[in-house]
């Protein structure tokens, strides 16, 4: 019989279990007391009585040898040699294919972690929380309007006429005393139109063109008062025009190649002595050629609303410059606007400086106006004009003090034939311009107090505004003026106290303008929060 081996280690047997292989100590919390060591009186069992020879292997007995003590209850050693068990996996959601998984929903792995599984879906519920998200949504959106609305810029105030938008005085047509052939207008500027007589057709207007050509010449060649102007050379056809004016019984003035006449002369001799040679001069001078210088005549006219006047020269004498004297009177009036040519219109007489002092009307030092109505019954001008075929012309203005206004009477009288032609059209203009001063009188168009419009400020409110003071106006039997409403050019305000001033009454334009101040009736106040928040646009 083999004697037993010492002790040694044990090897596990392919029957052991995985527990009896991990049932060696291991300490998992350091707290816990060692194992007890065997008391010394505790000695080794002896071996069992192997068996019979011929019952089993050795195999068996190595086992029953080194099993494990039985455990019990209170043996915590041997309860702690035990591995924690893993936990559990959460279930996998099961798919159609078996395979791989997708995260479940929010809402299902909350239930999983709050065990508590989500409440089944209902209608009720799902307009609550509709209501909920868009009912914030809404409450934003709303506080996002109040505050934009609120902010916005007020829109400008505006003024508006509420009151009469003209003025008709009283008397039926005015009666003047018109001549007996021709054509004759009389305009009171920038109040309106006091009377004409004749048709208005195209005729013969002679040296009147040269109206024209002092306005271009001063519109795109401006002077000051005092001032000269530009030196201009006399060419040789300036003298040629001279020499053979004279002998065609023309208008001319003396003039000779090589002098140097200045820009206010050359005007004054054009407009005064009516100096054809100086005309053509002075439209070369200003588009190289004569040609080039009437097409700017005849754009010009058009600009105006001449639609009846055809230039074809600087000067008028040749038969087919032709107009009429309502065309004529619109020139009349722009030309007048400018204060140079005003000056030059009215004066009776001017010094040259380019003739040799002869004792002939065209070689005079002293050069006087042919409108022999100047300075005379307030008359100013301003250009004469006759030819055989066009008869006498006179296109005349003149000053009337009306009230506390100096009011101008602009009129022409064309296609005199009667002799003296220039004479008789120079008679006939002076009563028109009598007349017409005396049937300008001064009337009350609108009174003090009188409310005539309102501010408006945008978003639905107004406040009343009145005439500071009486609105008179210069006007004639039957006369019919527009009334405007203007703020001057003048930002008006969102609120001002009553009493403000916050525009114009005005009546006429030009020389004719009448006008008043309007003001507020009473406190101006910026438009109301709720105003505010409900305006569009």
Known sequence: MTPAQPDSPAQPTANESSSERTSEFVALKPDLPPP?????????????????????????????????????????????????????????????????????????????????????????????????????????????????????????????????????????????????????????????????????????????????????????????????????????????????????????????????????????????????NVARLLARWDASTEEAFIKKMNDTAKELGMTKTTYTDASGLIESTVSTAEDQVKLAKRAMADPMFRQIAKLPSYTSTTTSGGGTVETARTQRNFNKLVPLYGVVGIKTGSTTKAGGNLLFAAEKTVGDSKQLIIGAVFGQHKPNIIETATAASKSLVLAAGKALRIETVVKKGEVVGRVEDGLGGSVPVVAAKDLTVPVWSGATVDIKLTDGGKELPHSAKAGTEVGTLTVGSGAGEAKVPVALQSDLTEPSFGAKLTRIG
Not at 243 to 266: M, P, R, W, Y
């Open 36 to 276: 007890p060591r065997p008391r010394p009186d505790d000695s080794p069992r002896p071996a069992a009585t192997p068996p019979a020879s011929g019952s089993g292997s050795e195999e068996p007995e190595r086992t029953r040898e080194l099993a494990a003590p039985p455990r019990v209850d209170s043996d915590r050693t041997m309860a702690l040699t035990r591995p924690p068990a893993p936990e559990a996996a959460v279930p996998a959601t099961a798919t159609g294919s078996g395979g791989a998984t997708e995260p479940p929903p929010p809402l299902d792995l909350l239930a999983q972690l709050t065990n508590t599984p989500p409440k089944p879906e209902t209608l009720g519920r799902t307009l609550t929380r509709r209501i909920k998200i868009w009912g914030t949504l809404a409450v934003l959106l709303a506080i996002v309007l109040v505050t934009v609305q609120a902010l916005r810029p007020l829109p400008t105030p505006t003024l508006k006429l509420t009151g009469k938008s003209g003025y008709t005085a009283d008397g039926g047509a005015l009666s003047l005393p018109w001549p007996s052939e021709g054509q004759a207008v009389v305009d009171i500027n920038g109040l309106g139109h006091m009377g004409s007589y004749g048709e208005m057709n195209p005729l013969p207007i002679g040296s009147v063109a040269k109206v024209m050509t002092t306005y271009l010449i001063l519109r795109d060649h401006p002077l000051k008062s005092g001032d000269k102007g530009p030196s201009i050379p006399v060419d040789q056809k300036a003298q040629d025009d001279y020499t053979n004016g004279v002998k065609e019984k023309e208008s001319v003035v003396e003039v000779k190649a090589g002098q140097q006449i200045s820009e206010l002369e050359a005007l004054q001799a054009v407009m005064l002595p009516s100096a054809n």
